[in-house]
């Protein structure tokens, strides 16, 4: 069994992962792909505008304070050092595009977590590495696939909260599934954090959550390097299907009352009805249009400095 990446996995883990919060020790925090100069030239490498620069207000819980940025002409050094001084993180998807050492990396993690896990099967896997400032925020949201967090370096406060409602309503779950809405547009109200699960989360650990949990991130006042891993199985797919299906019908056909089977006929039908609606283009592309509104500059206060606004598509 390869073994080179969870360092205090047992045989309960193989229970829990994917039903309750999973926080297990990992190898990465020693990793050379994630030292300064190894994120330098990642950027670099990395066309400009194919990766997110996002910059929001660090002392409320408001996700319009939120805004996208550009990274122009910066070194990788200089951008990294942005980060360190200002109020900004950069987001890089799919980082094996530039250097496939990123993509062994992700394949070594899913190998282990399938020989670890017997009969845990998953496909479409995707890597995110996120460099972000002190104390900037990742806002109440759920994501669609599966999703694990690793800390690489820094530190930062994670909320993790229940995947029902009132935290995650069924139908605000439908339309984040069907991308008629953004992540982020999910209510939150501050007395959810007395029933969320509080993790402080050091160089060298992860988390992984149950399907659709909402979460929210509070960085410590240090750099921070973190990266995500997204993965989908049978199940995850399966259980997407029944939440597209059912957006269509709450949402177009007016049903109100929907059960989510996980199985069986009923599940099945969603499936299909999901497929279908998919494959008859009734369901619009979704679409990444980002207003950009600031670049990255070194003088400028939080290293944000705005620019006249202008769209961009990723
Ligand atoms: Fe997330």
């Known amino acids: 069994m390869t073994q080179s990446v969870l360092t205090d996995f047992s045989n309960r883990h193989t229970e829990l992962f994917g039903r309750h919060t999973v926080n297990l020790g990992h190898t990465f925090a020693a990793s050379p792909l994630f030292t ?9 490498r990395a066309p400009a505008g194919s990766y997110h620069v996002n910059t929001m207000d660090v002392t409320t819980h408001d996700p319009r304070t939120r805004r996208e940025g ?7 050094a200089e951008a990294i ?82 995947n029902t409602a009132p935290f995650l309503p069924q139908d605000a779950l439908e339309r984040i599934v069907l991308g008629e809405a953004h992540e982020i547009s999910l209510k939150y109200e501050p007395w959810f954090d007395e029933y969320a699960e509080v993790i402080d ?7 992984h959550w149950p399907l659709n949990g909402p979460h929210r991130i509070v ?43 996980e199985s069986g006929p009923g599940m ?25 509104d600031f670049k990255v500059d070194l003088d400028a206060p939080w290293c944000v400095r705005p620019i006249p606004p202008f769209d961009l598509t990723r």
């Open 36 to 44: 300064d100069d190894a994120l330098a030239s990642l950027i670099e």
């Open 70 to 76: 550009i990274v122009d002409g910066l070194s990788g």
């Open 81 to 162: 050092e942005a980060v360190r001084r200002g109020h900004i993180w950069i987001l890089i998807q799919d980082p094996g595009r530039y250097d496939p050492q990123y993509s062994a990396m992700l394949r070594g993690i899913y190998d282990e977590f399938e020989a670890r896990m017997p009969g845990f099967k998953s496909y479409k896997q995707k890597l995110s590495i996120l460099i972000s400032s002190p104390k900037v925020q990742v806002y109440y949201h759920a994501d669609v696939p599966g999703q694990t967090l690793w800390q690489v370096r820094g530190h930062k406060r994670v909320y993790l909260y229940p």
């Open 201 to 207: 989360l050091a160089p060298g650990r992860m988390l």
């Open 219 to 261: 960085n410590a006042d240090c750099l921070n390097v973190s990266f995500t891993t997204e993965h989908w199985t049978n199940d995850l797919r399966n259980a997407y299907a029944v939440n597209y299906a059912n957006g269509i019908m709450r949402g177009r056909l007016g049903a109100k009352s929907l059960s989510r089977p």
């Open 268 to 292: 099945w039908a969603r499936f299909g009805l999901a497929a279908a609606w998919k494959a008859a283009g009734m369901q619009k592309a979704r679409k990444h249009h980002f207003k950009v």
